[in-house]
């Protein structure tokens, strides 16, 4: 094995990606196939995530990816999620919480029923599945190698940016917290706990406004970096976290944000006197 394998490889690891079959959890399940993991992508669409693991298959990386379905939504899909990935392993070395949902509105009109279904998906479901593949994750877990649990957040989590999208920003801000919350109480069991908390990536929910190279150019424009992320972005921090070299890391919050996150004015006292 060379040492970059020896730090960012995950061969012989098992690992489950919600949400996996689009966007960046299909970036981050073929990060992990690339790395030489098996890999379980799961959705509401069974159908999709079976094809895109024929897809990922079939392009010869070293790992092999298999796809169903699961509904984390409510809490008989979440046991039945559960149920699947028991029966599919007896040891889970990597979770990757990337199911989420969003709604966007103005102000005037943004309804109270579209934050109890946002925060149940995307910060109580969140915390439900981890709760439930805990034992999974600590049967794989050992002192020099941990078991890891990446969640998705968000750049919105982190900065003061809505857009319209309340409940969704709020909820990322809180699945920030809630990383740094098991971060703590589950180092005991050997299992770290991150989050990456990205800016703007093409995906399924950020369709409408990078689905197209002129789009993603508009929207690249308003990040220091001056561009959208990438999937190397992705599988980078990906495999940077999940393998050898980052087993001493845990409670982070890695802003996958081109600087959005750090940003601040040039001219802050320019007009002064």
């Known amino acids: 094995m060379s040492y970059l394998e020896d730090l960012f490889g995950v061969s012989g690891k098992v690992a489950l990606v919600t949400g996996g079959a689009t966007g960046i959890g299909r970036m981050i399940a073929e990060a992990l196939a690339a790395g030489g993991a098996t890999v379980m992508i799961a959705s509401r669409k069974a159908e999709a995530c079976k094809a895109v693991a024929e897809e990922i298959n079939g392009s010869g990386l070293p790992g092999r990816v298999e796809g169903f379905g699961g509904d984390v939504s409510t809490p008989e899909g979440i046991a039945a999620l559960v149920g699947e990935v028991k029966g599919r392993t007896g040891a889970l070395h990597i979770l990757v919480n ?80 809630m990383t740094k919350v098991l971060a703590t109480e589950l180092a005991s069991k050997r299992i770290t706990v991150n989050a990456f908390a990205p800016g703007p990536f093409p995906s399924k929910m950020t369709r409408f406004a990078t689905g197209t190279a002129e789009k993603a150019e508009k929207v690249g424009a308003n990040v220091p970096l001056g561009r959208i992320g990438t999937p190397e972005d992705m599988a980078g921090a990906t495999l940077y976290l999940c393998g050898r070299g980052g087993a001493y890391v845990s409670g982070a919050i890695l802003p996958l944000d081109g600087g959005m996150s750090v940003e601040a004015p040039l001219n802050l006292f320019a007009n002064v006197g």
Request: proline residues 6%; charged residues 15%; glycine residues 8%.
């Open 98 to 177: 990337n199911a989420g949902i969003t709604w966007g509105e103005p102000f005037e009109t943004f309804p109270m029923e579209q934050w109890s279904r946002v925060m149940d998906v995307n910060v109580g479901a969140m915390f439900t599945l981890t709760r439930d593949l805990t034992p999974l994750l600590e049967a794989a877990a050992t002192h020099a190698d941990p078991a890891r649990i990446i969640n998705i957040g968000s750049v919105m989590g982190t900065v003061p940016l809505a857009e319209g999208a309340y409940s969704y920003t709020m909820s990322k801000a809180a699945v920030h917290h």
